[in-house]
């Protein structure tokens, strides 16, 4: 039965695609689940909510009342009414406030069961088959509550829902068909016209299945048992061209079948009088040789004896027997040939129905498998087609007198192309938490059509996959990428209501506005995230971040971007990411009127709670931009005589720091695709890896005055050792600071 045990179906937090990962880790913080998943926002179309995709059959039409989408039955006036058991509420609890724990659904339904309370039994069912309705034994057991309590007309539509979600499963479809033969007057016209169109539905969408035996077996014996041997007879010929695991017991009921009735009552006329008179000429041809030696035998006058009117002899019987199995016999070996071709796949899946529990990975492959060569095939039989036209006509003609394979089905999709939904259908129940599988289902179907690929993305996003936020974004990137703004935003709001607090969801929807070139929405997105996250430094300071940039960038407005940061900074003095983005502000400006304000940066970073090689590199790059824009030698020596004397009293602290620091942010390059790249110090190996803290001896003779003083500062700064704080780009050393992400 479906399974029991459960896998923890809360998104874990993911990453961040733009920045660090040590932000990733504050940024994506795990939120606890809902205490209920939401509703569908919109009725489901088709069989969006199936296992058997839309594209596959059209199931049994669902009665006006009932919601397809939400899988809950209607609301009765009697739910309201009488008293629950005494444990009820306690169980109820339990599950709803842990949706993810599956078994605490099953001691409810089970404590429910125990009881025999019908109100309870059916708010258990009903809430357990919105979250779970891969469980087909509990849609089995809820249309049994539904009879026993005399509600027929319920227990059908609860099947009738059932099949909606999962209609690949073969015994719900005989639980369905032995309940309406339960339930319906076999002695009314329309009952077996109802029965036979329910077996075609359930055919069209678990026909194909490898493990279909069953229906098909009941199939043939229900026609049987209408006294139909030629539909019966039809039934098998349509299963003998179908790879399925019992393949050969179907070929031997074939021949029993064949050898219990005349030929006339089980093939079709067509096909009988076909044979017949072909095994008549061949009769006629076999006696002609006898012809002379019986008529110089046979008494003058006396004819042939004649075969009474309407009565096939015995002899005539066998060889339309014969000929009848030499046909189907090439159906049987064609189709033994494909049930050996996936055998190993079959026998590789050892759990092809529901569970909560993780597969392992050899399960994983063995589905990726397997789909791998389905796909191949399907592939090679396309091309294979295209390139002989005819090919694909002669072999449905020679194969049997109603050819299945190559040939169109109600649909109007290929048998062929169907099997490739089969398998992705019967992977997406057994696999249904992986996010995969469902990815690649979509890109299997989104060339063929995006309407499929949409209902595709609405029954993983709002059924099974609620809590997992990549398969969320992926579909909002789908009705992007076509169009659907409006959708877009939609999925993106409502996966922040399931995961608030997830940093990648907010950043995703104010990218979705920057790009539909709504800036000022956009700006307001992570305005909210940077109110709503103020009672968290670190992540406040990542969407301070992520805002001043836009504000900068886009906005063109560095005033706002700038009061962003300092705000930010009151809130985490000794966040370097911020210093880092201000001062890369500041020195972005122009450089006659930026002096001030970068000073500042870096006087306020060396009072702020930092490390010592943090502090060291803001100093430097003081000092940097002093030299590169100071409008005074006073100035630049002055800022000079304050770095030395931080160096003396830091340089010990910042010289452990270095020692193979590889996050230094230093040694980082921040590309324009917003890749960091580590950058080596161009140090020649015959100088000490060692900075320097005092400014090297001044030359012999050298003038001591102010200029030369200045002059020591000039040689300071072209020794190669000044590459070890990371100046190694000094004509463009903004990238060596633009902050890791």
Not at 225 to 231: H, K, L, R, S, T
Not at 371 to 391: M, R
Not at 662 to 684: C, N
């Amino acid at each position: 039965m479906a399974a029991e045990g459960s896998e923890d179906m809360s998104s874990s937090s993911g990453e961040l695609e733009e920045e660090s990962s040590a932000m990733e880790a504050i940024a994506l913080e795990a939120v606890p689940p809902p205490t209920a998943i939401p509703p569908p926002t919109e009725p489901t179309e088709l069989l969006e909510e199936n296992g058997g995709g839309a594209v596959i059959f059209e199931a049994p039409e669902v009665p006006a009342e009932a919601n397809a989408a939400s899988f809950s039955m209607p609301t009765r006036a009697e739910d309201e009414e009488g008293d629950l058991p005494a444990d009820f509420e306690r169980l109820w609890k339990a599950a709803n406030d842990n949706p993810q724990d599956f078994t605490s659904w099953t001691d409810l339904l089970q404590y429910c069961e125990q009881e025999s309370h019908i109100i309870a039994s059916r708010r258990a069912l009903e809430a357990f088959l919105a979250r779970y309705p891969l469980c087909y034994g509990y849609w089995k057991k809820f249309a049994d509550l539904e009879r026993r309590a005399g509600n027929n007309d319920k227990a059908e539509e609860v099947c009738v829902q059932g099949l909606q979600v999962i209609p690949l499963s073969v015994d719900l479809w005989i639980h369905y068909i032995n309940l309406l033969l339960g339930t319906l007057d076999m002695n009314l016209p329309e009952s077996p016209k109802r029965i036979r169109s329910v077996f075609e539905d359930a055919m069209a969408a678990a026909g194909l299945d490898f493990h279909s035996d069953r229906l098909w077996d009941l199939y043939v014996e229900w026609e049987k048992e209408q006294g139909d041997m030629g539909a019966a007879t039809a039934v098998l010929d349509r299963v003998l061209q179908i790879p399925t695991q019992l393949y050969s017991s179907h070929y031997d009921k074939f021949k029993t079948h064949l050898n219990s009735y005349e030929p006339k009552e089980v093939l079709s006329p067509g096909e009988y009088e076909e044979l017949r008179a072909v095994c008549r000429q061949s009769q006629k041809a076999e006696r002609a040789e006898q012809a002379q030696e019986e008529e110089e035998e046979r008494p003058p006058g006396e004819e042939e004896p004649a075969t009474p009117e309407g009565k096939d002899s015995e002899e005539l019987i066998q060889k339309i027997r014969e000929q009848v199995l030499v046909c189907r016999d090439k159906v049987y070996q064609q189709n033994e040939g494909e049930v050996r071709k996936r055998w190993h796949f079959e026998d590789a899946i050892k759990r092809p129905y529901f569970h909560v529990k993780p597969l392992d990975r050899v399960q994983l492959r063995a589905w990726h498998s397997y789909l791998d060569w389905e796909i191949a095939q399907l592939n090679k039989d396309t091309k294979d087609s295209s390139e002989d036209p005819t090919q694909e006509a002669q072999q449905g003609s020679e194969a049997a007198p109603q050819p299945e394979e190559g040939s169109e089905g109600s649909s109007g999709v290929a048998v062929d192309d169907r099997r490739v939904h089969i398998l992705f259908e019967r992977c997406l129940i057994a696999c249904a938490l992986y996010e995969e599988f469902w990815s690649r289902y979509v890109q299997y179907l989104e060339p063929k059509s995006v309407e499929e690929a949409r209902a595709l993305y609405r029954r993983a996003c709002q059924i099974h996959l609620t809590h997992k936020h990549t398969i969320h974004m992926q579909w909002a990137t789908f009705e992007e990428r076509h169009g659907d703004l409006d959708e877009a935003r939609r999925v993106l709001v409502d996966l922040e209501k399931t995961l608030p607090g997830l940093a990648v969801v907010r950043l995703r929807r104010a990218g979705l506005e920057r790009r539909a070139g709504r800036l000022d929405e956009s700006e307001a997105l992570l305005r909210e995230a940077v109110a709503q996250s103020i009672e968290k430094p670190s992540l406040h300071a990542f969407y301070s971040i992520k805002l001043a940039r836009l504000l900068l960038k886009l906005g063109r407005s560095p005033g706002k971007a700038r009061i962003v940061l300092q705000e930010a900074l009151q809130i985490s003095p000794d966040n370097g990411k911020l210093h880092l983005n201000l001062l890369e502000l500041e020195v972005s400006g122009d450089p006659r009127g930026s002096a001030e304000g970068v000073q500042e940066c870096v006087t306020r970073a060396l009072a702020a709670p930092l490390s010592p090689r943090v502090k060291i590199l803001f100093s430097q790059r003081g000092l940097q931009y002093a030299e590169d824009y100071g409008n005074s030698i006073q100035s630049v020596l002055s800022i000079y005589e304050e770095h030395q004397k931080l160096l003396k009293e830091l340089g010990g602290k910042k010289r452990g720091a270095e020692n193979g620091d590889i996050e230094d942010p230093e040694k980082l390059s921040k590309a324009d695709d917003g890749t960091a790249v580590a950058m080596t110090p161009q140090v020649p190996p015959t100088m000490p890896h060692v900075p320097i803290t005092t400014p090297p001896p001044p030359v012999m003779g050298s003038d001591m005055s102010a200029q030369g003083a200045y002059a020591g500062y000039s040689n300071w700064y072209q020794q190669p050792q000044y590459g070890n704080y990371g100046y190694q780009n000094t004509w463009n050393y903004n990238q060596g600071y633009y902050p890791p992400s």
